[in-house]
């Protein structure tokens, strides 16, 4: 139909300019129809009459043809987003071939008539019949286009560019790189840099920034009394040595690796594993020990393939283990090829999952072949050595291994698992813009404590230890044997002795038996041997035990009868008494039955080789030459420094992440970051000892990628310092290093820093879910939010109102000029807690307080608070006293304390 | 990091509502959040949205009741006689033995955990009755003694699907997205985000009851997920005395002398605005904590239903079993509304598990218990609203994660089922006495007019004036199937 009308349109049209007075009825007719189908097809918005490449052509090619034939993806070849590139073609040649419909590739192919080419585009619906037409219309029109330069190619992206570093120029201002570089920028901008902080903010924001918790008066005292750059810099050093730094900072990377503690539902885990704090205390311990950044990605993703034999490094891979989800293997695997993306490379592999990377350099394919590194791993629960127990913890790991070694990775078509692409598996590779390497993984061997963990020494050990404590508890019952005892209570008591010697024969011969095994070098005979004389005891094992449950049943039964009147209890014990005989009836005939060599394993051997994948995976991510992952680095370094990042996006350095204003600091950060060898600590140093770290803080400025301002600016506390900052300054905290999860119900109870709290979807902590506790799901930088819930829990929480009680009351003992002189203790309480002094006003508004509140708390007509308990300890009955205690959680409340300036 | 517009209205605001109307609005405008961080793309569309409704709204607050554990469509709005004409039979022995094959079981279904519920075979007859009510004529299982009365106002989907037919789809009624998937921001959270607050007293998004279990969303269903925390739901107890977390600062603490405390901070950071005049996190500060302290006094006098008369006691079932707990709450969400909350959710049935609702044995046992205990507040709450002349800008929303299975499960159950369930609406904007949508004849599959759930949240969101796709934030696609359509069927 369309094309019908079409012609009509366009003779008519000409002879009507050709030659008028040739007109004749009919070609008035179709005159008018013309007309009208013109003016249809404007209000439809379409012009067939001229065809226009800029206008009506190019639109089409954009949104149907280009995210295949652009600068993405040159599939076949070919290019269709400039004109360059439809003239040149792809491998059929020329896509348009001017005048030629049936000769012009880019036809058959979108009509889909061609038995060589595959209708396009392949995915989605065919081209309207329109959009066909224009195109048709165009190419029989000439194919008239403009030239155009070739637009952008995603390879010549900032991001994709292996960074290296200028040479600062020297100035006058500062010797320090970071400040030489932003002078550099300064100079061509005009901008000069804000004065420096005084020192007692700039002490402040140092402490807060590296440890997390504020520092004292008397170091404030110090500092100001010498804030040479020589004593600024000792400081710097010892608090980067600090556990506390390690604790503070492990906490940012908690946010960037989606630290979870185990999520469920009751006591049913469902995300994430119980011991995942070992992970939490391997990036503090990291972190401490100042361990190169390359290695610990490596760590993280391939620990076991790596240090097959230490738990101390594997425990690094509960990275992986996070993600594991009990209801879908598919998310979980889909949650880690995600966050390993944007974790370390800052890209959204996640966005190829259904299609190809609408904006990016990644093809469906390649997020399968990603998810290929990842595909043979699982999660297991190994034991530990007792060396590296916590207090509390029990003696096992979780950890991830190669288990499925041999399952090919599909490609889900749309995405969907239900519908895998079967006919072409896929090798493990990253692109090479994202720093993949060409090299191939080659399978590793285990040694024997990665494939057969419980055949290590300790974990015998701890078995013997239980099993011999088990045997001296039973001997020391037997012992105790008096004339009172009863005959059921003794053949019961010498039962239960029996059976756990009968274990640790058993265990001892199990033990040797998988030692001959594991060791290889007997004759099959031989081994054999052993392997029955385990089997054996095994069984005479299990018989001791049935017939110790027969005997303590026996002894329950003997005493329900002693006691009279309770016929359900004796019932019920008679009951299970059957079964017990039934039981022991059971092993005694299995211990009768003909030798075999099968005996209950000490535990689960898996596969004794890895892929290697994970390995490769992690050496392709922490690679000198890849040019994203120090970057990435650098930019949470910078944010949590200066609360700004360089690159404004903290997980998309893609695409659609403009080249950051400051790339030549991002980069130059980066490639010295690499050269020293991956070290943080040198890193730190460089940027907090910088004049620009050192300025006056800036208000926060209104740009993201751009800052108007280089330097620190106001932010607010998390959660975590806001608590330990309180904890800090009461004399409460507890900085103890590691340990399990602790209870969130805990949270004004317990004195530990906060990062050691429970922390998974469902199960953290009140007080830190009001400051913007970072999500589990997903957190590159935590939000910044002013809510009236945090004002309730600064003034109302028990955490504040005890703490603020204790601290009051700690000072006066100290120092009882304090009470007499309310102007002292306003100075002190401002000093300690907002680290400054008060102005006079402020101190006149405080003096004012300590008068009208004591008067108050000595009136006799006051209100309690109803129907709510009272918190610990109470306050003080002396009104002078409690008037302190609510300046103290006044000042605790001050905008000045949650702020960081 | 302030758009242009916040600074506007906060300039507005002081010329117009003086100090209280500063509260909320630079608050707004502090929202230092992920969605103005990640503006480093070219699209198009989005923006951050200005407080304002996109469009003349029909309602100005939303009270969403939901049923945990999945109430059974064919004892409440949706009579299925041939239900009771081919009892005991299996499906496949009746005219309709289609539905139970219907390619739309594969379609529709995407299971959490696989080959966990099944198709049950065997028709179970309704265990209910039903009758005409109201004007209307409005059909409504004879378990429900009071919700008759106001049926008039009552605009029922009987044709709603989902796709998890285990009970994560609580969180997917409020999110729109499989469990599976994630965490979404939820309905409520949206409203939050797209509406600046009607008072500077209260919480804008209030959770009444107790929220979804950790089996089947958790926090997530009252959730905000990329949106920020400040858009979250924030869950209040009825219980005067400790009705949010912190209200309260020990029973050693007189008022007067938490007055003076706050006294003197408030004056100390008039001292600080002095500094600094426009530090716009100050200011947020400083009005978080007057909010705050307004919510100390404004909250546990708003959950005090004590006050209200007897006589609307006894309207909403308060003081009475078993009506006391939800008629509260139901009375608790018309006070909030009333003092200016944008959306109240309330949980009905909440048990740590699956929910009350979840009815695989004695389910006429459980659901009689069950109705019991709303039947009469959510009555009480339509026609409170009426009377007040609230209900033309007051939602009520009613609905249940999915409903029950036509074939039996055991004795005298019925197992999860998503492929037709239905849900009631009510008030501002909403047709009166009026059914939309069918299941087929056993009540199996949705075949009329079928409705996913967000549709209804597309309903919710125009009546209240929002288009949803102009909320999307940069970096966070939505798809079209997260919009939903609004219905407009059962709209006036």
């Known amino acids: 139909m369309i094309s019908i009308f079409h012609f009509q349109i366009r003779t008519a049209h000409c002879r009507s300019l050709r030659d008028v007075s040739r007109w004749n009825q009919s070609v008035c007719t179709v005159f008018f129809w013309a007309v009208l189908m013109i003016w249809m097809w404007h209000g439809f918005g379409y012009s067939l009459l001229a065809v226009d490449y800029s206008k009506d052509v190019k639109p089409i090619l954009q949104s149907r043809c280009v995210l295949c034939h652009g600068p993405l993806r040159s599939e076949s070849g070919l290019r269709l987003d400039f004109s360059g590139g439809i003239t040149k073609g792809g491998d059929r040649g020329p896509s348009v071939i001017a005048n030629d419909l049936a000769g012009s590739p880019l036809i058959q192919a979108i009509e889909g008539m061609s038995t060589d080419i595959k209708r396009m585009p392949e995915d989605g619906d065919p081209l309207s019949e329109t959009q066909i037409q224009i195109l048709r219309q165009w190419i029989t029109d000439g194919a008239i286009m403009p030239e155009e330069p070739e637009p952008f190619r995603p390879a010549d992206h900032w991001a994709y560019q292996i960074p290296h570093a200028i040479t600062p120029e020297p100035t006058s201002w500062s010797s320090n790189p970071i400040d030489q570089i932003i002078a550099m920028h300064q100079t061509k901008t005009g901008q000069h840099p804000l004065p420096q902080a005084d020192p007692a903010t700039l002490l402040r924001r140092l402490y807060l920034d590296l440890v997390g918790i504020p520092p004292s008066i008397e170091e404030i005292d110090q500092f100001t009394a010498n804030p040479s750059d020589e004593q600024y810099a000792t400081i710097v050093d010892r608090l980067l040595a600090s556990p506390e730094h390690a604790q503070r900072w492990a906490r940012h990377w908690m946010d960037v690796y989606r630290y979870s503690d185990w999520d469920g539902y009751g006591a049913e885990i469902r995300e994430s594993q119980p011991h995942m704090w070992r992970w939490r205390d391997w990036i503090v311990d990291s972190l401490l020990a100042d361990k190169p950044y390359d290695r610990m990605i490596t760590e993280m993703i391939a620990g076991d393939e790596l240090a097959p034999e230490d738990p101390s490094t594997i425990r690094a891979t509960g990275f992986l283990v996070r993600n594991w989800y009990k209801f879908s293997r598919n998310s979980w695997i889909e949650n880690t090829i995600e966050h390993t993306g944007k974790a370390f490379l800052a890209t959204t592999m996640n966005c190829a999952r259904c299609h190809n990377h609408m904006y990016d350099p990644i093809s469906q394919k390649d997020y399968y072949r990603f998810r290929a590194f990842l595909e043979p791993h699982d999660i297991r629960i190994d034991p530990i050595p007792s060396s590296l127990l916590s207090p509390g913890a029990t003696e096992s790991m979780a950890r991830v291994f190669d288990k499925h070694l041999t399952t090919p990775t599909h490609l889900f078509v749309r995405g969907n698992e239900k519908n895998p692409d079967t006919t072409h598996p896929l090798e493990p590779g990253l692109p090479t813009l994202l720093g993949g390497q060409a090299v191939s993984s080659s399978p590793l061997e285990l040694p024997v404590a990665a494939w057969f963990p419980h055949s290590q020494q300790f974990a015998y050990d701890a078995k013997k230890r239980d099993v011999d404590l088990a045997i001296e508890k039973a001997a020391k019952a037997v012992s105790g044997f008096t004339s009172e005892t009863t005959e059921a209570d003794r053949s019961a008591t010498i039962a239960m002795l029996n059976a756990v010697l009968k274990e640790l024969d058993f265990i001892q011969s199990r033990r040797e038996a998988e030692l001959a095994g594991i060791a290889n070098n007997l004759e099959a005979k031989e081994l054999e041997s052993m392997r029955q004389a385990a089997s054996l005891t095994e069984r005479i094992w299990r018989l001791a035990v049935a017939e110790s449950e027969l005997a303590t049943q026996t002894l329950v039964v003997a005493k329900a009868k002693a006691t009279d009147g309770k016929k359900k209890g004796l019932e019920a014990a008679e009951k299970v008494l059957v079964e017990k005989r039934a039981a022991a009836k059971k092993a005694k005939s299995a211990f009768l039955s003909s030798p075999t060599a099968e005996f209950t394993a000490s535990g689960e051997q898996y596969p004794k080789t890895s892929t290697g994948r994970r390995l490769r995976l992690a050496k392709s991510i922490a690679s000198d030459a890849n040019p994203l992952t120090a970057r990435v680095a650098m930019n949470h370094l910078w944010l949590r420094h200066f609360g700004q990042p360089i690159v404004g996006n903290m997980f998309d350095f893609g695409l659609r992440s403009p080249r950051p204003e400051y790339q030549d600091l991002l980069d130059y950060l980066s490639v010295r970051f690499v050269k020293d060898g991956w070290r943080f600590r040198d890193l730190h140093r460089l940027m907090v000892t910088s004049k620009t770290y050192r300025q006056a803080s800036a208000p926060y400025s209104t740009g993201v990628t751009h800052f108007e301002y280089v330097g620190s600016t106001i932010r607010r506390m998390e959660g975590e310092v806001v608590r330990d900052s309180v904890l800090s300054i009461s004399g409460s905290l507890d900085v103890a290093l590691g340990g399990p999860d602790i209870d969130p119900n805990q949270e004004s109870s317990n004195f530990r820093r906060s990062l050691y709290f429970r922390t998974s979807k469902e199960k953290n902590t009140v007080f830190l879910r009001q400051f913007d506790l970072a999500n589990v799901n997903e957190c590159y930088r935590r939000t910044e939010s002013i809510v009236p819930q945090q004002a309730l829990a600064l003034s109302n929480s028990e955490l504040l109102i005890s703490q603020s009680r204790r601290l009051a009351n700690r000072w006066l003992q100290k120092d009882t000029a304090l009470l007499d002189q309310p102007d002292h203790f306003i100075r002190h309480a401002f000093r300690s807690i907002l680290c400054r002094l008060p102005s006079s006003a402020e101190l006149d508004e405080c003096m004012g307080f300590l008068e009208t509140q004591t008067r108050l708390l000595s009136s006799a007509s006051l209100t309690a608070f109803p129907n709510s308990k009272p918190f610990e300890p109470a306050p003080s009955p002396d009104p002078n006293i409690r008037t302190r205690e609510n300046l103290v959680n006044v000042l605790f409340n001050h905008h000045d304390f949650v702020t960081i300036r | ?492």
């Open chain 2, 1 to 492: 990091m302030i758009n242009q517009d916040y600074a506007r209205r906060d300039f507005l605001a002081h010329l117009g509502t003086g100090v209280s109307g500063i509260a909320l609005s630079t608050l707004l405008g502090n929202r230092f959040s992920l969605a103005e961080e990640l503006d480093v793309s070219s699209e198009p569309a989005s923006s951050p949205p200005d407080g304002n409704p996109h469009f003349k709204p029909r309602a100005k607050s939303v009270i969403w009741i939901f049923l945990v554990g999945g109430m059974s469509h064919l004892e409440s709005f949706d009579p299925k006689p041939e239900l009771n004409k081919y009892a005991g039979k299996s499906i496949s022995e009746t005219p309709y033995k289609d539905a139970a094959n219907n390619p739309l079981i594969r379609d529709n279904l995407r299971e959490f955990v696989a080959g966990l519920h099944k198709v049950q075979p065997t028709i179970y007859p309704l265990q209910a009755g039903y009758r005409a009510c109201g004007q209307s004529g409005l059909l409504m299982s004879d378990w429900f003694q009071h919700l008759p009365s106001v049926a008039d106002e009552l605009a029922i989907v009987r044709s709603m699907w989902t796709t998890d037919n285990d009970h994560g789809a609580q969180l997917q009624f409020h999110t729109g997205r499989h469990a599976l998937e994630g965490q979404f921001p939820t309905i409520g959270s949206w409203i939050r985000y797209g509406l600046a607050g009607l008072s500077d007293d209260v919480p804008q998004f209030v959770v009444l009851g107790t929220p979804l279990a950790d089996c089947c969303g958790g926090t997530g269903g009252h959730g905000s997920n990329y949106l920020g925390p400040e858009f979250a739901g924030v869950p209040l107890s009825v219980d005067r005395n400790n009705p949010l977390p912190y209200a309260s600062p020990g029973s050693s603490v007189y008022r007067e002398e938490q007055l003076g405390n706050f006294d003197l901070l408030r004056s100390l950071h008039r001292l600080a605005q002095v500094e600094s005049i426009d530090d716009a996190r100050l200011r947020a500060r400083v009005a978080s904590y007057e909010l705050a302290f307004r919510m100390q006094s404004s909250i546990p006098r708003l959950v005090d239903v004590e006050q209200e008369t007897v006589d609307t006691h006894q309207l909403y079932g308060v003081n009475t079993a078993p009506t006391d707990t939800f008629g509260r709450q139901c009375l608790v969400a018309r006070r909030l509304v009333e003092t200016g909350t944008r959306f109240v959710q309330i949980f009905h049935g909440s048990n740590g598990g699956a929910g009350a609702w979840d009815a695989h044995s004695n389910l006429e046992k459980g659901h009689r218990e069950q109705i019991a205990q709303i039947d009469k507040p959510i009555a009480g709450l339509i026609a409170d609203l009426k009377q007040r002349g609230l209900l033309d800008e007051t939602l009520v929303v009613l609905a249940t994660e999915f409903g029950r299975t036509p074939g039996a499960e055991g004795a005298n159950g019925r197992d999860h089922h998503p492929y037709g369930f239905s849900i009631a609406m009510a008030g501002g904007g909403v047709r009166k006495g009026v059914v939309h949508g069918a299941t087929d004849e056993l009540g199996f599959h949705a075949v009329e007019d079928r409705h996913y759930v967000t549709d209804v949240h597309a309903t919710v969101m125009h009546l209240m004036g929002l288009e949803g796709r102009r909320l999307e934030i940069k970096g966070r696609k939505r798809l079209d199937i997260d919009y939903g359509n609004p219905i407009t069927a059962i709209m006036s």
